[in-house]
């Protein structure tokens, strides 16, 4: 008989989690203005807000905690840092900072100005929210198969090449400053980018003289979907593909609290020492000197050390096999979610869920409160609440699709709580029909409001 697939990794520290009463769910909820954000840990089950920053570190990262090197100025961790971005992304120069915003912050102090527009691929929120406080323009160029949570293109996190051209075309070059490139497309639904839609970009970006941003925050397993479904780059290792894709990229940013599995940290790394003399002041502004920006030589040491796991073929297998678990589950339910399953996380199509709730009701967080309290489960709404408004007309912005995401933490919870996750979006499903009350908001924030926007029921 063939032998199961297991992990590569046994479990050496555990952290007692609990579950609650339907009852208490339902008061804590109420409480926290039916904000998931404003739930505390401890009323939560099985916590799949994001995987931003909630993975489990390996022995090896806790052992490198332990040889960090605290000095302010040219710290040996800041070596080891800088040592793991040449030699896995290939990036000469870098800037540490706290974490992936931090990064945006400092390098868009540089790049970006007022009346901008920034042509990309799903302009992650907090990216968006940095070019739109900008008083500039994020301009979405993903590929229109994305929208259609149906289709299996294996690529859906590609950049349509045409409707860059477009935005080229309609707008005077010296107003765009760069090309973003988010890696895997987190908005669309955690999908790849190919490494022929990398070149064909950098090749579009050379022909017009723009430099290409990545940002790259699950670089690692947008590497692996290149592995599995991109047949040129089949026998190619992981780090390999790595190094093939950010050969297309003059700078990228990175939310090291993702693929590079530590717990807090970012950086910005980069080509042009021009740049790196642009951004260098901004760092010392925002983040802190150049040789540490925000993160401890500790924190420096053990990102290092993540960067070199988080491209090991086994470990990103690992990770993705699980989201496939949670995925096939809810697929053998009939219940509607993003196809092909992405990278970190399951996105349930809200709108094929509640068809026949409003839009202006919040389908999403609707569908997220009720998993809640179903099951203890924490997702999250990527819908009309986090689109924002328009900064003009100030309305709300219906975006293409009304997910439910669960991204799922690296190394942190087993198929059995998956197995909890899906049987309480089963039980849901069941009863859909009777989930008839969405939600209307009391008071929310200018930008981002999804963090501490306070919600009841209509
Ligand atoms: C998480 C993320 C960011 C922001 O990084 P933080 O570390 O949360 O500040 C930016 N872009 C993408 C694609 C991300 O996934």
New binding site residues.
Partial sequence: MKLPYAEPYKIKMVEPIRPSTREEREKWIKEANYNLFNLTSEQVYVDLLTD??TGAMSDQQWAAIMTGDESYAGSKSYFNMKKAIEEILGFPLFMPTH??????NVLFSALIKEGDIVPGNSH?D??KGHIEFRKAKAVDCTIDEAFDTENLHPFKGNVDIKKLEDVFEQNPHDKIPFIIV?ITN?TAGGQPVSLENLRAVKAFADSVGKPVLY????FAENAYFIKMREASAADLSIKEIVREMFANADMM?M????DAIVNIG?FIACRSKDLWNQISMFNIIYEGYVTYGGMAGRDMNALAVGLDEGTEFEVLNARIKQVEYLGNQLIEYGIPIQKPIGGHAIFVDALKFLPNLPREQYVAQTLAVELYIEAGVRGVEIGTILADRDPETRQDRFPALELVRMAIPRRTYTNNHMDVVATAMKNLWDRRDSITRGFKILEEAQIMRHFTVKLDRV
């Fill in positions: 931003s920053g974490q992936g915003r931090a990064a945006e992650f907090t990216t988010t987190n940002d790259s925050a699950r940013t939310s090291s609290k993702k970012g």
